[in-house]
């Protein structure tokens, strides 16, 4: 009883004895709890309602994870519903709001929740307190429970009848346990009756039409008759299968066979003498970005390449609408009773596989890679899980089969084939901002090493200090931070592309001695133009060497002549930027703590004429060597 009723519905005890005080003590205790309080009950209805209805929801959630769990939520669910219970009966005494229509309100909604009409409830209860204290009289009607029975009446009963009363009307038994088991039961087990458990079995069938129809010996007419499945029929059903195909419908054939009550299980064996139901038919039109997506990879000299499952007619289908002109056809029949070598030798020719197994794609896809091709493969299904893994780039989408992510090297967050063409363009980009870098690097690295070694064959000294080389590392390094980010030309990007190494040697073989050429005219003007000392000839080469090996970033970085081709900013910036430091370096401050002099200014004049010199020249070395030694295939 919640506080609201204690004291509210208290009988007048005429023979309890209570002296004058004890009247008077109850009464002060009681006082406080004779007028409801609005706040008090709307708080004890909500915590009463809300947590109820929140454990039946999470019981059904659970039904589908554990019945453990739902028997655990069953326990304080039960406990709520006794506590609704309580607010019932305050409602029935008219004391957990002050006014009557409001408790008969709520009293009537806890009483849908509880399973016990309010208003019979009321009535009964009422009956019940006014004969609480007279055992030889039973009340009109029904206990919520069970029928009420009198002291006699109770004694009459025997031990067992007496044993279960007491149980079916104890509060725990009732609101508690009986509930969850009851729900448990009538959800966990059918309604069928055993007699329905031991009729014939049906065994279901579905898969391509033209397996079914050919296990198929009859089929279903009008009414459910069954019906020979004769020549004439066959070739009904075969020709709507073919209408469908060639209208792009994915088409599933469904029949069934009647079964034993005693087979337990199929078996491989069970699938003949089918009755024909008909077809389940699908629509599944290809993505509207999925024409552009191929048109675009086809002009970046991706072959495309569609490997399905479907039969002939969906897949021409699906070409057609895809904008792919099918080449040639190859089916999984076709693919059966074909050799190694003939799959390869057809290979150029054909561009579809339709009716494919799993294995055969996967031998497909190894087909390819062994003809000397980089095969990319995009796939969703478990079925694709093979080819996934063969495949040099297996892509899937977040969507798909767990198999078939764990399988892939990619996976696309958005369904699009245009993500496939932006990914392909800029692994290209990145492949070719690298092999500027690389080109750049070695060329001048090795004409750095050259210059190095010569100059230690006549000099009597370093011909640049430790600290002066790793600052001229530092600068270099830094000036090519933007090179990840520099422009590409849609003729680089038109075409795939592959490391070559040996294009980069031979492209170091040609250009490094070109670099040490200029180095070599440096240290001849240092020594017998400007009669440098030790401190000035490390000064002279450091800016030379810097200039030259930085400035040629602008000749490499594109096949075409510099002027025709913009850098981007970053890497412009960060070079001429990185040029400059080197220049300046020795007329500030810091220049005696890396062991720099001032140069005069004619070395200024001479190092501008050399720069331009050999950037002129390794621009004509560079056209000469992509048209005659490394032509772009």
């Given at each position: 009883?919640?506080?609201?009723?204690?004291?509210?519905?208290?009988?007048?005890?005429?023979?309890v004895?209570?002296?004058?005080?004890g009247?008077?003590?109850?009464?002060?205790?009681?006082?406080?709890?004779?007028?409801p309080?609005?706040?008090?009950?709307?708080a004890?209805?909500?915590?009463?309602?809300?947590?109820?209805?929140?454990?039946?929801?999470?019981?059904?959630?659970?039904?589908?994870?554990?019945?453990?769990v739902?028997?655990?939520?069953?326990?304080?669910?039960?406990?709520?519903?006794?506590?609704?219970?309580?607010?019932q009966?305050d409602?029935?005494?008219?004391a957990?709001?002050?006014?009557?229509?409001?408790?008969?309100?709520?009293?009537?909604?806890?009483?849908?929740?509880?399973?016990?009409?309010?208003?019979?409830?009321?009535?009964?209860?009422a009956g019940?307190?006014?004969?609480?204290?007279?055992?030889?009289?039973r009340?009109?009607?029904?206990?919520?429970?069970s029928?009420?029975?009198?002291?006699?009446?109770?004694?009459?009963?025997?031990?067992?009848e007496?044993?279960?009363?007491?149980?079916l009307r104890?509060?725990v038994?009732?609101?508690?346990?009986?509930p969850?088991?009851?729900?448990?039961?009538?959800?966990?087990?059918?309604?069928?009756?055993?007699?329905d458990?031991?009729?014939e079995?049906?065994?279901?069938?579905?898969?391509?039409?033209e397996?079914?129809?050919?296990q198929?010996?009859?089929?279903?007419?009008?009414?459910?008759?069954?019906?020979?499945?004769?020549?004439?029929?066959?070739?009904?059903?075969?020709?709507?299968?073919q209408?469908?195909?060639?209208?792009?419908?994915?088409?599933?054939a469904?029949a069934?066979?009647?079964?034993?009550?005693?087979?337990?299980?199929?078996?491989?064996g069970?699938?003949?003498?089918?009755?024909?139901?008909g077809?389940?038919?699908?629509?599944?039109?290809p993505?509207?970005s999925a024409?552009?997506?191929?048109?675009?990879?086809t002009?970046?000299?991706?072959?495309?390449?569609?490997?399905?499952?479907?039969?002939?007619?969906?897949?021409?289908?699906?070409?057609?609408?895809?904008?792919?002109?099918?080449?040639?056809?190859?089916?999984?029949d076709d693919l059966?009773?074909?050799?190694?070598?003939a799959?390869?030798?057809?290979?150029p020719?054909?561009?579809?596989?339709?009716?494919?197994?799993?294995?055969?794609?996967?031998?497909?896809?190894l087909?390819?890679?062994?003809?000397?091709?980089?095969?990319?493969?995009?796939?969703?299904?478990?079925?694709d899980?093979?080819a996934?893994?063969a495949?040099d780039?297996?892509?899937?989408?977040?969507?798909?089969?767990?198999?078939?992510?764990?399988?892939?090297?990619?996976?696309?967050?958005?369904?699009?084939?245009?993500?496939?063409?932006?990914?392909?363009?800029?692994?290209?980009?990145?492949v070719?901002?690298?092999?500027?870098?690389?080109?750049?690097?070695?060329?001048?690295?090795f004409?750095?090493?050259?210059?190095?070694?010569?100059?230690?064959?006549?000099?009597?000294?370093?011909?640049?200090?430790?600290?002066?080389?790793l600052?001229?590392?530092?600068?270099?390094?830094?000036s090519?931070?933007?090179?990840?980010?520099?422009?590409?030309?849609?003729e680089?990007l038109?075409?795939?592309?592959?490391?070559?190494?040996?294009?980069?040697?031979?492209?170091?073989?040609?250009?490094?001695?070109?670099?040490?050429?200029?180095?070599?005219?440096t240290?001849y003007a240092?020594l017998?133009?400007?009669?440098?000392d030790?401190?000035?000839?490390q000064?002279g080469?450091?800016?030379?060497?810097?200039?030259?090996?930085?400035?040629v970033?602008?000749?490499?970085?594109?096949?075409?002549?510099?002027?025709?081709?913009?850098p981007?900013?970053?890497?412009?910036g960060?070079?001429l930027?990185?040029?400059?430091?080197?220049?300046?370096?020795?007329?500030t401050?810091l220049?005696?703590?890396?062991?720099?002099?001032?140069?005069?200014?004619?070395?200024?004049?001479?190092?501008?004429?050399?720069v331009?010199?050999?950037l002129?020249?390794?621009e004509i070395?560079?056209?000469?060597?992509?048209?005659?030694v490394?032509?772009?295939?």
């Open positions: 009883m919640t506080q609201d009723a204690v004291g509210a519905t208290l009988p007048p005890h005429n023979d004895a209570i002296g004058d005080g009247h008077a003590l109850l009464r002060e205790r009681l006082r406080p709890y004779q007028t309080s609005l706040v008090r009950s709307l004890q209805l909500a915590m009463s309602v809300l947590p109820f209805i929140g454990c039946w929801a999470l019981m059904v959630l659970s039904l589908d994870i554990s019945y453990a739902t028997l655990l939520l069953a326990v304080p669910a039960a406990g709520f519903l006794v506590r609704i219970f309580i607010i009966h409602c029935g005494h008219g957990f709001f002050r006014s009557r229509r409001a408790n008969d309100a709520i009293g009537t909604l806890c009483g849908v929740m509880t399973l016990t009409p309010y208003a019979n409830w009321r009535r009964q209860h019940h307190h006014a004969n609480w204290n007279n055992l030889d009289r009340n009109s009607g029904y206990d919520i429970y029928s009420c029975l009198t002291l006699d009446e109770y004694n009459a009963l025997g031990r067992r007496r044993l279960f009363h007491r149980l104890h509060p038994v009732a609101l508690i346990l009986l969850p088991l009851v729900f448990l039961v009538l959800y966990r087990f059918p309604f069928d009756t055993p007699s458990w031991r009729q079995r049906l065994l279901v069938v579905k898969g391509a039409p397996d079914v129809l050919r198929s010996t009859h089929y279903e007419g009008e009414g459910g008759v069954e019906k020979p499945l004769d020549p004439a029929a066959r070739a009904e059903l075969d020709a709507l299968f209408k469908l195909g060639e209208d792009g419908f994915r088409v599933l469904i069934s066979k009647a079964m034993g009550p005693d087979h337990a299980s199929a078996a491989l069970d699938e003949s003498e089918l009755a024909f139901a077809y389940a038919v699908f629509l599944d039109p993505k509207a024409m552009a997506a191929i048109r675009d990879l002009g970046a000299g991706v072959a495309v390449r569609l490997l399905t499952g479907d039969n002939e007619r969906v897949t021409r289908h699906v070409c057609a609408e895809l904008g792919l002109p099918v080449i040639g056809l190859i089916t999984g059966r009773a074909m050799s190694e070598e799959l390869r030798a057809r290979l020719k054909v561009n579809v596989f339709c009716r494919v197994t799993p294995a055969q794609k996967e031998r497909v896809l087909a390819y890679k062994r003809s000397g091709r980089v095969v990319g493969f995009l796939g969703d299904g478990i079925n899980a093979s996934l893994h495949a780039v297996g892509i899937s989408v977040d969507s798909a089969a767990d198999v078939a992510k764990e399988a892939a090297g990619l996976i696309l967050l958005d369904h699009d084939l245009s993500v496939v063409h932006e990914a392909v363009m800029e692994g290209r980009r990145t070719q901002n690298v092999t500027k870098y690389i080109l750049m690097g070695s060329s001048s690295n004409g750095n090493m050259f210059s190095m070694a010569g100059a230690s064959l006549f000099l009597p000294f370093l011909p640049m200090l430790p600290t002066q080389v600052l001229n590392n530092l600068l270099y390094d830094a090519e931070a933007g090179v990840p980010l520099d422009t590409v030309e849609a680089a038109a075409l795939p592309v592959q490391w070559d190494l040996r294009l980069i040697q031979r492209f170091m073989l040609v250009l490094g001695p070109v670099s040490s050429l200029f180095d070599f005219l240290f240092l017998h133009l400007f009669n440098a030790e401190a000035l000839f000064t080469w450091f800016v030379e060497s810097l200039a030259t090996q930085v400035l970033i602008f000749v490499i970085r594109t096949r075409r002549s510099p002027w025709l081709s913009r981007n900013a970053i890497l412009a960060l070079s930027g990185a040029a400059a430091v080197g220049a300046l370096l020795p007329l401050p220049a005696s703590f890396f062991g720099f002099v001032v140069p005069p200014t004619s070395f200024y004049l001479f190092l501008a004429a050399a331009v010199t050999y002129v020249l390794v070395i560079k056209q000469v060597f992509f048209r005659y490394a032509p772009r295939q």
